[in-house]
Nanobody, 113 residues
C-alpha cells in the first residue's frame, strides 16, 4: 500500500486545517485507518481512527477539535482539525490500524502565531 498525506501547513492557534490521505494498492474499505503524528523529540502517537463501518475514536488531547472521516470510493482519509493548538505541531501520517510496514510521506502541521 502506498500512502500520501497532504494538506499540512502553518496555521494560527485557533485556526483550522483539513488533512487528506490518498491510499493506493490494497483494498481500502475493509481496514481500520488512522491518523498518527510525531512531534520533534517525541514518539509517534495515534490521533484518530475510523473503522471500516465508520466508527471513530480520537485521542483525549484532540477530542472535540479533530474529526476523522473517510471516502471508501476514492480511497481517501481525512482529518479535520479545528481550534488548533501549538501542541498539535507535528508531522502527520496516515496508516492502517495496526500500521502497515511502510509509513509513506507525512505532512507537516505547524501551529504558531
Amino acid at each position: 500500500v502506498q500512502l500520501q498525506a497532504s494538506g499540512g501547513g502553518l496555521v494560527q492557534p485557533g485556526g483550522s486545517l483539513r488533512l487528506s490521505c490518498r491510499a493506493s494498492g490494497r483494498p481500502f474499505n475493509i481496514h481500520t485507518w488512522a491518523w498518527y503524528r510525531q512531534a520533534p523529540g517525541k514518539e509517534r502517537e495515534l490521533v484518530a481512527s475510523i473503522t471500516h463501518d465508520f466508527n471513530t475514536d480520537v485521542a483525549d488531547s484532540v477530542k472535540g477539535r479533530f474529526t476523522i472521516f473517510r471516502d471508501n470510493g476514492r480511497k481517501m482519509l481525512y482529518l479535520q482539525m479545528n481550534n488548533a493548538e501549538p501542541e498539535d505541531t507535528a508531522v502527520y501520517y496516515c496508516n492502517r490500524v495496526p500500521p502497515a510496514s511502510a509509513w509513506g510521506q507525512g505532512t507537516q502541521v505547524t501551529v504558531s502565531s
